[in-house]
């Protein structure tokens, strides 16, 4: 068995999604590549929650679970219940006892919990106890997994673990895998680490599902980073702020979902007509409106390409999975910063909440400009027109010169202008710098091509898509084709990606196949496409037999 | 940079007669003073919203953000942040502030930034010609409102008294000695600094008789005491009779924003081992 999911199930509050981290942490040191996602919904107490851990010998995490699982914890009764049709005629049921009825081998927790005199918290102990002995995991990786990742009454913890992994019985070994152990992160942590190799000096974000994650990540860690962590009124005032310390030369990230980036689409406008780097995760949830908060989508493409008044370049990309996302992140504020324009990290909750088995990619950000002062003479023009149009950048508190940033049409001192001439030579001189910034792109892989590369037929995908599809592409023999970077979108480079596809199949999770329309927009034939739109990822299974359907 | 000219070249469209002029000459005294006391201006900016009082961002010869309607002060605490060693001056609307922005005004108060605010309160829109804004009187007649307003004003000092700011005053701009020292008080106030300045707007509402028969300077009156404050703010609500306290309601020394939330830097190499660090954690 080089393919192993397990499914952990319980009440909300239950700790379901620790439970399921210590079990991504057992399949990550018995030597697999690992993925978890978890699935809640927005509340607090009560309602089901689930986690799903994915396991592979692959040397990449699989970013994508599929509908079976081998082994089901159920710590409530609508874990045995929601997910019985998961179950294979081999799979492994624990539950338990006393709690939940079902057809399986009951974990005692209570009864342990007593004999150790534990408190209440340490019962999923004895289920990872439990599970790791179903599994035959060496007691060794038990003990080590606890060390590392509980620090806190670990030994304790463990002798309850021990007590379950006494008790219950090998039913389905799970051999060791050929990788070593990794770092397992989650798509808003890569993004977070991305940013910080990047240079990122200040992260301003307001709360929202799916990505306060990083917010709270990079709170927490503020302080060994020796990054500034804000969390202010609102989104208005978030992209405001991170205009401000742009201003002022520091590197501004700002983190939100669809709903607050609504918010912020006068303030990108601004970044836009200022020149003003900022990034921005935009981490995607079922929509429209208020949505299903925890559940994912793919429905902002469009927005996020399009938003804010007026015409002025900007950075899109998409990662897949959270190696990508630290490799993507650093090169978007990188590129942000020298070619002055507004980037995005564009994920959704599947990528952001999820887990992912990560190698951490080489820093490739090529050395930083200078910053051009040497080259200005007489008095200084924040928006000189150069040949690039991108003007050599001065800041708020620069010895010696007076910096004039401005929202209004503005001539090169950056002085309100009605003037039509000086107008549409500035709107020129922005537009030069999507050319610059598409030359700044050309070292990077902006179209990635997976599965079965020569295959006549081909999936075209987006985003943390990318997993599911490589791996059904690779199952059915068809080529996957993925824009990492979606504006300015790569026509030539995905032209080339499809030569010779006589098919092309868009798979995306929203209803009206924006990528897809995108590619269309540019010349490029979408023949069908396979979408998904109810907030739930794309399982293997599922799109196998939709694939089916349409080649 | 010193010597400069403190005035750009951009062609000035005031009306003849607005207040903005005094508020601008005022500003450019202190700033002035300032570079004759031996401070570069190159560490201070001037964040504008939009709207008639905001141009001033075009005309003063100092760095500058002329951001959103309503948007001055995010930007200027992300200025404020990213760098401590500025002054920065927000220099914003009635509408501006107390309608479009009003949020970021409060959390300002509340935060105590150490930035100054500005309000160039002529009781109008003025750019956009003559609509009422949160401090025109109940009854005004604007051109949204052609029968009157049915709402009574807010009173911008009572509301910053409420909301934590540690520098409360009102100006006026037919009193620019008063206004030049209330200006220079709170750039060096450490600390969030408010002035609600009573501008004339000429052309929309010419109100300089009603304000000549009400003013009076806050003489006697011990800036330390909040009692006292809110008694004198509530002298006047925006409306009716009452008289207009002028001068200094509030004064105190509190920790800054930017001095609690400002994080120590580390170096890049420094910062590849925490990533390393962490990264090891999560194995
Ligand atoms: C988001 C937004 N809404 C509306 C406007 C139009 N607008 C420009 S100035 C202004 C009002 C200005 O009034 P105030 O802030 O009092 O400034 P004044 O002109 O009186 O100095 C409005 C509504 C705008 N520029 N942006
Ligand atoms: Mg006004």
């Known amino acids: ?551 | 940079m010193t010597g400069r000219d403190l005035i750009t070249p951009a062609q000035n469209t005031w009306c003849p007669g607005c207040g903005n002029f005094t508020i601008q000459h005022a500003l450019k005294r202190v700033l002035a003073k300032r570079e004759e006391d031996g401070k570069s201006l190159d560490n201070v900016v001037l964040v504008s919203g939009i709207g008639c009082h905001a141009k001033i961002a075009d005309y003063l010869n100092i760095n500058s953000f002329y951001s959103l309607h309503g948007r001055t002060i995010p930007v200027a605490t992300g200025l404020k942040l990213a760098n401590p060693d500025l002054t920065v001056i927000c220099c914003c609307g009635d509408g501006d502030c107390y309608a479009e922005g009003l949020d970021h005004l409060i959390f300002a108060a509340k935060r105590n930034i150490d930035i100054t605010v500005i309000v160039h309160d002529n009781r109008v829109y003025g750019l956009t010609t003559g609509q009422y804004t949160p401090t025109s009187p109940l009854g005004f007649k604007g051109r949204s409102t052609p029968l009157g307003t049915s709402e009574s004003p807010l009173n911008p000092v009572e509301l910053m008294l409420a909301s934590g700011a540690t520098f409360v005053a009102r100006g006026y701009s037919k009193k620019m000695p008063q206004l030049e020292g209330l200006f220079q008080g709170a750039i060096r106030h450490r600390g969030f600094a408010f002035i609600d300045v009573l501008q004339i707007c000429a052309t929309f509402f010419p109100v300089a008789d009603y304000y000549g028969e009400r003013v009076y300077d806050l003489a006697d009156h011990d800036p330390g005491d909040l009692s006292a404050a809110f008694w004198r703010a509530r002298e006047w609500d925006y409306s009716g009779e009452g008289k207009i306290a002028l001068g200094q309601f509030f004064l105190a020394e509190r920790p800054t924003f930017d001095d609690r939330v400002v994080a120590t830097p580390r170096t890049a190499a420094e910062r590849e081992q925490a990533v390393r660090d962490i990264l090891s954690g999560r194995t």
């Not at chain 1, 005199?117 to 790791?132: D, E, K």
């Not at chain 1, 001065?394 to 001539?411: L, Q």
């Not at chain 1, 090169?412 to 000086?422: A, K, L, Q, S």
């Not at chain 1, 006549?456 to 993925?482: D, M, N, Q």
């Open chain 1, 1 to 551: 068995m080089d393919d192993v999911t397990v499914l952990v199930g319980g009440k909300a509050g239950d700790g379901i999604n620790s439970a399921g981290t210590m079990v991504a942490q057992l399949l990550n040191h018995l030597g697999y590549s690992v993925y978890l996602n978890f699935d809640y919904p927005s509340l607090i107490r009560g309602g089901h929650n689930f986690t799903i851990i994915r396991g592979t010998a692959a040397p990449k995490s699989p970013g994508t679970c599929g509908e079976k699982a081998d082994f089901l914890l159920a710590l409530d009764q609508a874990t045995v219940e929601q997910h019985n049709n998961r179950l294979k005629p081999d799979s492994v049921l624990l539950y338990t006892e006393g709690l939940v009825k079902a057809n399986g081998q009951a974990v005692p927790v209570k009864e342990i919990l007593t004999t150790e005199q534990a408190p209440a918290v340490m019962g999923n102990s004895a289920f990872i106890g439990g599970f790791a002995r179903a599994a035959g995991i060496d007691w060794e990786i038990v003990d080590l997994v606890f060390r590392r990742h509980i620090p806190k009454g670990t030994d304790q913890n463990l002798r309850v673990a021990r007590s379950a992994y006494d008790r219950i019985a090998t039913v389905r070994p799970v051999p060791r895998g050929p990788n070593p152990p990794r770092p397992l992160l989650n798509g808003n942590e890569a993004v977070g680490l991305g940013l910080i190799r990047g240079g990122l000096d200040a992260y301003i974000s307001y709360p929202m599902t799916p990505s306060s994650g990083l917010l709270h990540f990079l709170a927490g860690e503020s302080e060994r980073l020796g990054l500034t962590v804000v969390h202010p009124e609102n989104e208005i005032a978030v992209i405001l702020m991170a205009l401000g310390f742009a201003a002022a030369k520091k590197r501004a990230a700002v983190g939100t979902s669809g709903g607050g980036f609504c918010l912020m689409t006068e303030g990108l406008s601004l970044a836009g007509m200022a020149e003003l780097p900022v990034v921005t995760l935009m981490s995607q949830r079922t929509g429209p409106s208020t949505g299903l908060p925890t559940y994912t989508g793919q429905a902002d493409l469009r927005f996020v390409i399009h938003a804010g008044q007026g015409e002025f370049p900007r950075l899109v990309v998409a990662p897949s999975d959270a190696s990508e996302a630290i490799a993507w992140s650093s090169r978007a504020l990188d590129l942000a910063w020298r070619c002055q324009v507004p980037a995005f990290i564009l994920t959704d909750k599947t990528l952001s909440e999820g887990t992912y088995s990560i190698d951490l990619p080489d820093r490739d950000l090529p050395v930083p400009g200078g910053d051009g002062m040497e080259a200005v003479e007489g008095p200084y023009q924040r928006y000189a027109d150069t040949p690039s149009g991108i003007s050599p950048p001065a800041f708020a508190g620069t010895a010696g010169v007076i910096v004039k940033v401005n929202s209004y049409a503005h001539d090169e001192y950056g002085i309100t202008t009605e003037d039509g001439e000086v107008t549409a030579a500035m709107t020129k001189k922005r537009l030069r710098k999507a050319e610059t910034l598409k030359k700044n792109l050309e070292s990077y892989p902006q179209v990635v091509v997976s599965g079965a590369p020569d295959a006549a037929t081909a999936v075209l995908c987006w985003g943390s898509c990318g997993s599911v599809c490589t791996e059904t592409g690779t199952r059915l023999g068809l080529r996957v084709v993925r824009p990492v970077v979606l504006e300015p979108f790569p026509k030539s480079l995905l032209e080339a990606a499809l030569a010779g596809a006589t098919r092309v199949i868009a798979v995306e999770e929203n209803a009206t196949a924006q990528l897809a329309g995108l590619a269309h927009e540019n010349g490029i034939r979408v023949h069908d496409t396979v979408l998904r739109y109810d907030g739930r990822p794309f399982t293997p299974e599922d799109l196998a037999l939709r694939l089916r359907g349409v080649i």
